[in-house]
């Protein structure tokens, strides 16, 4: 019973030591000129071997996210994509997510596999819809939960989004979504009523508020149930 004790009080000091790294890691990267100068605050820290990898929330004077790698003397960064050069992995920060409120924001999925990923999707997209043609059979041990992201700057996403989130059951969901994909604009007709339309409505912006709040910037995006970006090969036969 000492023994147990001696280690979770091991487990929880080193624990916090990893933490008050973590921070003060976050605190010199936001120090750096060019994070400083753009008013970038640093949400997470990843150390790969020569290399931080970070993300920042800019704050002005155009918001955004940025993510990118800085090296460890703190005089090189470089935004974009990073690759384990031994196995080929894309490097990435895992985002913090809630799977049991991202399975519930869920306008349907696709397979029924034991293994969970999330994608985030804007039924106007050109590039989801692209991919939604390249979803035409899921992994045996997959469980896709399509979560709807309609973009502010597509005048037409919220209306499909109603349309998909309207029909019946999981698989006209799911076909509906390919409908769109495949330029039907039954969307255009749909009628509701104004509860209908609050419903609608509120499950939309929910899905919204949560995509934001975890940093979701670009659609499609998948994540699998750790938080971590995956390409659609991981889902997708």
């Not at 609050?198 to 499609?220: M, V, W, Y």
Request: net charge positive; charged share 20%.
């Amino acid at each position: 019973m000492q023994h147990t004790k001696q280690l979770i009080l091991i487990t929880l000091f080193l624990s916090t030591t990893l933490l008050a790294e973590n921070d003060a890691l976050k605190m010199i990267i936001e120090k750096v000129p060019m994070i400083k100068n753009i008013n970038a605050k640093v949400t997470h820290v990843q150390i790969h071997h020569s290399l931080y990898q970070f993300k920042a929330q800019v704050m002005g004077p155009r918001p955004g996210v940025l993510e990118g790698f800085i090296t460890k003397d703190f005089k090189n960064i470089v935004t974009g994509q990073g690759f384990d050069a031994q196995t080929g992995a894309q490097l990435s920060i895992p985002y913090d997510i809630d799977v049991a409120v991202l399975k519930d924001l869920a306008a349907y999925t696709l397979g029924n596999g034991e293994d969970v990923y999330f994608l985030f999707t804007d039924p106007e997209c050109p590039y989801c819809q692209r991919l939604e043609h390249k979803l035409t059979s899921i992994k045996k041990n997959v469980t896709l939960y399509v979560i709807l992201y309609p973009l502010s700057f597509h005048k037409n996403a919220k209306s499909m989004s109603r349309y998909i989130l309207n029909q019946q059951n999981n698989e006209s969901r799911a076909s509906a979504m390919k409908e769109i994909a495949n330029k039907n604009t039954q969307y255009k007709s749909a009628k509701y009523s104004s509860m209908e339309l609050n419903i609608l409505n509120d499950k939309i912006e929910k899905s919204i508020q949560e995509s934001n709040k975890i940093g979701i910037n670009a659609t499609p995006t998948i994540l699998n149930a750790k938080g971590v970006k995956v390409s659609d090969i991981e889902v997708r036969n």
